[in-house]
C-alpha cells in the first residue's frame, strides 16, 4: 500500500489565525492539535479547525510545498482556503469518517 502525505493548513476560524502544517496521518495529527496535545502557536490561538488539506505520493514533495505556502501571503491562504471551502467549514469529520482503518488516533490522559 502507497504511503500518503498531507499537507493542511488550520484556522482558529474564518480568515483567522492559521498554521500550515505536513503529515503522514491527518486524522491523528488534527486530533493531536483538536486535544491540545501539540503545545506552542496553536494551542494558545485555539487553532483547531482543519481547514484545507491535500495529499502527496512523496515527503519531499509535501515539505516543499509546506515551505512554499509558508512564505505566501495571508490572502493567499485564504484563497487557497476558499477555493474549495469558501464557508471556512472544518473537514475534520469528513477526514476522519473517510479514514482508511488503522489510522492512528491520540492516546493519552487528556483524550475524551
Same mark, same amino acid.
Given at each position: ?5 498531507? &499537507?493542511? @493548513?488550520?484556522? +482558529?476560524?474564518?480568515?483567522?489565525? @492559521?498554521? !500550515? ?6 486524522? =491523528? #495529527? !488534527?486530533?493531536?492539535?483538536?486535544? $491540545?496535545? !501539540? ?5 494558545? #490561538? $485555539?487553532?483547531?479547525?482543519?481547514? /484545507? ?10 515539505? @516543499? =510545498?509546506?515551505? =512554499? ?6 490572502? /493567499?491562504?485564504?484563497?487557497? &482556503? ?8 472544518? @473537514?475534520?469529520?469528513?477526514? #476522519?469518517? +473517510?479514514?482508511?482503518? $488503522? +489510522? ?6 487528556? !483524550?475524551?
Amino acid at each position: 500500500m502507497a504511503k500518503i502525505f498531507y &499537507v493542511y @493548513l488550520l484556522a +482558529s476560524g474564518p480568515c483567522g489565525y @492559521l498554521y !500550515v502544517g505536513v503529515t503522514n496521518d491527518i486524522v =491523528r #495529527r !488534527v486530533a493531536e492539535h483538536k486535544y $491540545g496535545m !501539540v503545545p506552542g502557536y496553536t494551542a494558545e #490561538r $485555539g487553532i483547531d479547525q482543519l481547514v /484545507w488539506y491535500e495529499t502527496h505520493q512523496y515527503i519531499d514533495q509535501a515539505i @516543499l =510545498r509546506e515551505k =512554499r505556502i509558508k512564505r505566501w501571503l495571508r490572502e /493567499w491562504k485564504f484563497a487557497l &482556503v476558499e477555493k474549495d471551502n469558501p464557508r471556512w467549514l472544518d @473537514l475534520y469529520g469528513e477526514v #476522519r469518517a +473517510s479514514a482508511e482503518p $488503522g +489510522s492512528a488516533t491520540p492516546t493519552g490522559p487528556d !483524550v475524551i
